[in-house]
């Protein structure tokens, strides 16, 4: 549980965060999505306990992170922004090295030490440097620093930037397979890996938080009406029929030779206008050839709240 | 405590791991080794006397160059922040660094008791000023790690960390050799203030606490200083 109430983060007299309060429950996997220099790291830095809050409180489980730093930090496994490593270390002996900072016991550490490389798939280049391993699996490294002391609390820091595709996916799978057990924030500015491994999003721009809420209600509240795609073959009386509608637009219509049009329709209304469409097409004896709604999705809310 | 002697033994692994302490140990040993013969050949003097002449004169380029990547490079690699959030105090980060350069100087300084026992073997030791000798350059070593460590805490620069620790060991190992250009009445805080003034009182074999004193106060301010620059956190 993560309670965090009126952050402020002064660099200078600049605000890199402003007034932030939110709550992470247990167990729930949270998106800290914004674009470039919006706050995210600097928020996560405080929650971790590596900058001091300029004003505000930050509690972790119940423990302030000004009076309770050393508890705080014990509570939370943690992945920096850009994966900082030591890189003439070799895998096995860093894992080893950050357990034992962590407090692991001695006699369990090799243990931990199996048990990550399993959950991570580091066991092929645990006796490697680290200076010789791929992005991907250094990042798969730092994953497992983070976890080595099984904390409840997992903070990452943009855990997939500078992965390829397929090292993206596999990132966001072993999330999502930690989320299940584990109250994790992840900080990122791509949507897509919101949409794919968390629970609720908080969109923050210019240090201020803009929404909160999960990826649906997000989608839905921000939505702006819905978009759909009719086809039909029939004559031109449609173009009227459906522009007599007050409560359509149509955006644009595009017939084709076969003599199918389609009309890209938009409406304001929040429930669906399908049904409606439909049983319009049967009333007038139109040819259904398609009926569509584009989904709202999180980069429209993104753009929406983050435009200059 | 436990969580600086961890940092302790990665750092001194990291250490003999890569060619610094090789390269840094064999230098060491060429220079002391060639002070030390000078006077046994040349000289027919059976004496430890040229070996603790010269260590604190290369302590001035060796203790900078080992330090300036404590902090420096952490700061640089990004890694300062993953060691500054895991659950230890910042002043055991810095004891657990201390301790590592301390002990790898401990190592050079241990490798020059060769010197000792051919002396032992040739002639007459004396005791008292050989201990006095090494004690002083155990607590000059470790006072010159912890300011060539909090050199190494204000800066993301290794060359800079380098310089500003350097700069800062001689001025100390000079002051009580300025004392004729300071009014008379500062001359004695002056000269008290300086590394090698104290180096020299363990040199001739009596221990005063004092000067002990001193060497443990210095390290303990350099301390405190890198604690203040490490909570001014990088942004």
């Known amino acids: 549980m993560i309670e965090v109430q009126g952050l402020t983060k002064r660099y200078g007299s600049e605000r890199a965060v402003d007034g932030i309060s939110f709550e992470v429950k247990s167990g729930e996997v949270l998106g800290f999505l914004g674009p470039n220099g919006a706050g995210k790291t600097t928020t996560m830095k405080v929650i971790t306990c590596f900058l001091p809050p300029s004003e505000g409180t930050v509690r972790v489980n119940g423990y302030d992170v000004r009076t309770d730093a050393l508890e705080v930090k014990r509570q939370i496994g943690y992945l920096p922004e850009n994966t900082p490593l030591y890189l003439d270390m070799r895998v096995y002996d860093y894992l080893g090295f950050i357990a034992a900072m962590r407090g692991v016991a001695s006699d369990r550490r090799d243990g931990r030490i199996a048990d990550m490389a399993e959950v991570c798939g580091l066991g092929s280049v645990l006796q490697k440097p680290i200076e010789a391993l791929s992005k991907g699996y250094r990042q798969r490294v730092g994953l497992a620093q983070a976890m080595i002391h099984d904390p409840e609390i997992l903070i990452l820091d943009e855990p997939t930037t500078g992965l390829d595709p397929n090292q993206i996916v596999e990132i966001r799978e072993l999330i999502k397979a930690v989320g299940r057990e584990k109250t994790v924030i992840l900080s990122t500015h791509i949507l897509p890996e919101v949409q794919a491994s968390c629970d609720r999003v908080l969109i923050i721009h210019r240090g201020r938080l803009v929404a909160d809420g999960t990826p649906q209600d997000l989608k839905d509240s921000f939505s702006g009406g819905q978009r759909v795609r009719f086809g039909v073959t029939a004559g031109d009386a449609v173009l009227s029929t459906l522009s007599g509608r007050p409560d359509l637009q149509v955006i644009e219509h595009v017939t084709d030779p076969v003599g199918e049009t389609v009309f890209t329709l938009s409406s304001d209304r929040h429930d669906d206008i399908r049904p409606d469409l439909f049983r319009l097409a049967v009333e007038h004896g139109w040819t259904l050839t398609e009926l569509h709604r584009d989904q709202a999705n999180l980069e429209d809310v993104f753009r929406q709240l983050t435009a200059a | ?235």
């Open chain 2, 1 to 235: 405590m436990q969580e600086a002697w961890t940092l302790t033994k990665k750092e001194l692994q990291s250490y003999f791991d890569s060619p610094v302490a090789y390269v840094v140990l064999s230098i060491f040993l060429l220079l002391t080794g060639w002070f030390f013969s000078n006077g046994l050949f040349l000289e027919n003097t059976a004496s430890l006397r040229s070996v603790f002449d010269i260590v604190p004169f290369i302590f001035l380029f060796f203790i900078p160059a080992i330090t300036m990547s404590t902090f420096a490079e952490e700061r640089r690699a990004g890694t300062l922040e993953l060691l500054l959030t895991m659950p230890v105090r910042d002043w055991q980060v810095i004891l657990g660094k201390l301790m590592a350069v301390t002990l790898f100087l401990l190592v050079a300084i241990g490798m020059t008791l060769i010197y000792t026992f051919a002396v032992a073997s040739l002639g007459d030791v004396d005791f008292g000023a050989t201990f006095g000798g090494y004690l002083g350059l155990f607590l000059l070593g470790m006072t010159c790690g912890s300011i060539g460590i909090m050199a190494s805490s204000m800066t993301r620069n290794q060359i800079v960390a380098f310089i500003l620790g350097f700069g800062i060991i001689f001025v100390l190992y000079l002051m009580d050799k300025v004392t004729a250009f300071v009014p008379g009445s500062m001359s004695g805080a002056i000269q008290y203030l300086g590394t090698d003034f104290h180096y020299q009182n363990l040199l001739r074999g009596v221990v005063d606490t004092r000067d002990v004193l001193y060497y443990f106060s210095m390290t303990a301010f350099a301390g405190l200083v890198t604690m203040y620059s490490l909570a001014r956190r990088p942004e």
